[in-house]
């Protein structure tokens, strides 16, 4: 299944669900508070003006490390948060393409697959949404997947072909 393999460099990830541009942007809330503590990570209301939040995307031994404003991701209180201190606290994280669902898609486990992005909803849809983790669905059939746990790559540092 993981036959795409993703290269070293810098990406923009969409909450797979939207139309286009109009995908809202996976990243930290542009204004934080300033202290040390590990910061959320969002599905982004794609209607506020903001830039797209860029990720770093480097390739370790099983996985990736994902990285939201230069600082790694984990998991902490069961969301998805960029942390600025506790390397030990950051994730290997399997990308799994998912060409059934189009082109770049893709789900985002953590490296022993115990648990996967996944965006929550709430009322609002000019609320970030937080992005929580969650088994994936039984492996029976990939092209079931609930859309709230696909994302969409897109590189931004090389030119496209």
């Not at 939201?68 to 606290?89: T, W």
């Not at 000019?126 to 079931?144: A, E």
Request: charged letters at 25%; aromatic letters at 10%; one cysteine or more.
């Amino acid at each position: 299944m993981e036959s795409q393999r993703m290269e070293n460099g810098m990406y923009v990830i969409f909450d797979h669900r939207g139309e286009g541009l109009n995908n809202p942007p996976i990243g930290r809330y542009p204004v934080e508070d300033i202290s040390l503590s590990p910061k959320p990570v969002f599905s982004l209301p794609s209607n506020q003006g903001f830039e797209f939040p860029k990720w770093v995307v480097e390739k370790m031994d099983k996985g990736y490390h994902l990285k939201a404003f230069g600082s790694p991701v984990g998991i902490h209180k069961n969301q998805l948060c960029a942390f600025l201190l506790h390397e030990r606290d950051i994730e290997e994280w399997i990308v799994t393409f998912r060409p059934e669902h189009g082109k770049d898609i893709a789900t985002i486990e953590k490296a022993d697959k115990s648990v996967a992005w996944c965006v929550e909803e709430n009322k609002n849809p000019n609320q970030p949404k937080c992005i929580t983790m969650k088994p994936l669905p039984s492996r029976g059939s990939s092209s079931h997947l609930p859309e709230n746990v696909l994302f969409t790559f897109v590189r931004m540092d090389k030119s496209q072909s």
